[in-house]
């Protein structure tokens, strides 16, 4: 296959449950559980608490024995290429070191920063003494209590690829289609409250997205992002896209699979296929926001097409669109050739509503399995 980059920036939640003895602590008459300690810090101290954390997992894994390289005390350059650094003053981030796509190295990479960070943060356990540290890989987490658990702060999960610059109009006209239809196999599950009705989506990330394109990252969300870093040589023609629409993932075929059709859907771009103009989607936010919604609001959602929207068309046979041309690429690697083999038995599966046998293969799909099952032990 073409020389292709990819690469990931995942940030971490986290939860820390503190000693019996700081609960001790607090005011007579408080019932909030303890986790919740923005409750019973100021906002400073909160931040400074959960900064002291980021900065002992970086300290942890700056004295083990994984041959590391520090640039100050918040960046550690793994001997392998990964980044491990605090971002935003207190949360944990990590980068995995430029594979190339298609293959296993950007799974392996991710898959060892985490075991990294999960040794260093169960080190930071047994010498802070308190009760629990929890990473968690995902992209949103509550802002409140009660109701309010549902006005959630979001954080990302950071796909990036290169991809030749003189093609940047095609590649993002192509991807303003093609991201958000994606979200049937890209999506990581959510339980999410929409007009006040508690529903199941398909993604974490896709409802806080506002725009279809813009260079910001930390407003204004959007499901093509044109900030352009300078971080790729020149001369070699290429540039870096980074997508910040997706969600972070779990199951490793579907870590695998995404990044995968990603790279061919890019190849599709630069080797001059083009999406019909009558099949572009006509509103790719509002497309987005109601795919993501589709498994519980209509599992036959056909997306709008120009013009303005008059053009519907089924998100199966939409996403099948892109797996026919890709199919028409040439060359075509061994790894390419596989993801097009499992990108239509995914494809058809998901048509056939046959959820069940995409259970460990689709973070969506098993999540939405799991709470299914705990679910049916309380209400039958």
């Known amino acids: 296959m073409p020389d292709r980059l990819c690469g990931k920036e995942q940030e971490y939640g986290m939860r820390i449950l503190p000693t019996k003895k700081f609960i001790?602590?607090?005011?007579?008459?408080?019932?909030?559980?303890?986790?919740?300690?923005?409750?019973?810090?100021?906002?400073?101290?909160?931040?400074?608490?959960?900064?002291?954390?980021?900065?002992?997992?970086?300290?942890?894994?700056?004295?083990?024995?994984?041959?590391?390289?520090?640039?100050?005390?918040?960046?550690?350059?793994?001997?392998?290429?990964?980044?491990?650094?605090?971002?935003?003053?207190?949360?944990?981030?990590?980068?995995?070191?430029?594979?190339?796509?298609?293959?296993?190295?950007?799974?392996?990479?991710?898959?060892?920063?985490?075991?990294?960070?999960?040794?260093?943060?169960?080190?930071?356990?047994?010498?802070?003494?308190?009760?629990?540290?929890?990473?968690?890989?995902?992209?949103?987490?509550?802002s409140g209590l009660g109701e309010d658990r549902f006005n959630e702060v979001t954080y990302g999960s950071h796909h990036n690829y290169s991809y030749l610059e003189s093609k940047q109009v095609a590649v993002f006209q192509v991807l303003k289609s093609f991201l958000p239809v994606s979200i049937i196999f890209s999506g990581n599950g959510h339980v999410y409250k929409h007009r006040n009705n508690i529903m199941y989506a398909l993604s974490q990330r896709a409802s806080h997205i506002t725009l279809a394109q813009s260079g910001a990252t930390l407003d204004n969300r959007a499901i093509v992002t044109t900030r352009d870093e300078s971080l790729m040589d020149r001369s070699t023609g290429l540039s870096r896209l980074h997508l910040i629409s997706r969600d972070a993932t779990r199951c490793e075929f579907q870590t695998w699979l995404v990044d995968t059709i990603t790279h061919l859907v890019l190849r599709l771009a630069e080797e001059g296929w083009k999406l019909p103009l009558n099949l572009s989607l006509s509103g790719p936010v509002t497309e987005m926001h109601a795919i993501n919604l589709s498994l519980e609001v209509n599992l036959d959602y056909k997306a709008a097409c120009w013009p303005f929207g008059v053009n519907r068309i089924d998100i199966f046979e939409y996403n099948k669109i892109f797996l026919d041309a890709a199919k028409q690429l040439s060359p075509l690697s061994e790894p390419e050739k596989l993801c097009l083999q499992e990108w239509e038995r995914v494809l058809e599966l998901l048509k056939a509503r046959a959820f069940d046998q995409l259970v460990g293969e689709l973070d969506w799909v098993t999540k939405w399995w799991l709470l299914k099952k705990k679910m049916s032990k309380y209400f039958r």
């Open 24 to 142: 001790a602590s607090l005011p007579q008459g408080i019932l909030l559980p303890p986790e919740h300690l923005e409750y019973y810090l100021k906002e400073d101290s909160f931040t400074d608490w959960r900064r002291g954390f980021a900065q002992a997992i970086i300290s942890n894994i700056m004295n083990s024995k994984i041959p590391n390289f520090s640039n100050g005390s918040d960046r550690i350059w793994l001997a392998n290429g990964s980044l491990i650094y605090i971002d935003l003053k207190c949360i944990v981030e990590t980068a995995t070191a430029e594979c190339r796509a298609g293959s296993l190295d950007g799974l392996l990479q991710e898959k060892a920063s985490e075991l990294i960070l999960n040794e260093a943060a169960q080190s930071v356990v047994a010498q802070r003494g308190i009760e629990s540290l929890t990473l968690y890989k995902n992209n949103v987490g509550p």
